[in-house]
């Protein structure tokens, strides 16, 4: 199973800190991702990060702003968001992949948390 939380409401140029708490064969997996989807749009790719924390990739709209890790210890994995924009706005989903190479679609991902909503303010 995957949790998210610590979504909530900010001005822009604020910051939240995203968690995800994996236990389970989600956290068994390879690679773990964050998503997000805005009303009316599709789920989209934001960040993944490989289980040894080494390896990341990122969507090319939140480089320099976003950073994601991951705490084997604790089992969860983190989504650290700066400067947000009024377009940051949307749910955010934190998703498992069993496989080695970063993916970059939502259908590529094995398992799924509960979203998390951000609202970021102008």
């Known amino acids: 199973q995957l949790q998210a939380s610590g979504g909530g409401l900010v001005q822009s140029g604020g910051s939240l800190r995203l968690s995800c708490a994996a236990s389970?064969?989600?956290?068994?997996?390879?690679?773990m991702g964050w998503f997000r989807q805005a009303p009316g749009k599709e789920r989209e790719f934001v960040a993944a990060?490989?289980?040894?924390?080494?390896?990341?990739h990122y969507e090319d709209s939140v480089k320099g702003r976003f950073t994601i890790s991951i705490d084997n210890a604790k089992g969860t994995v983190y989504l650290q968001m700066n400067m947000l924009k009024p377009e940051d706005t949307a749910a955010y989903y934190c998703?498992?992949?069993?496989?080695?190479?970063?993916?970059?679609?939502?259908?590529?991902?094995?398992?799924w948390g509960q979203g998390t909503q951000v609202t970021v303010s102008s």
């Open positions: 389970g064969l989600s956290f068994s997996a390879h690679v």
């Open positions: 990060v490989s289980r040894s924390g080494d390896n990341t």
């Open positions: 998703a498992a992949d069993h496989g080695t190479h970063f993916k970059t679609r939502a259908y590529q991902y094995d398992y």
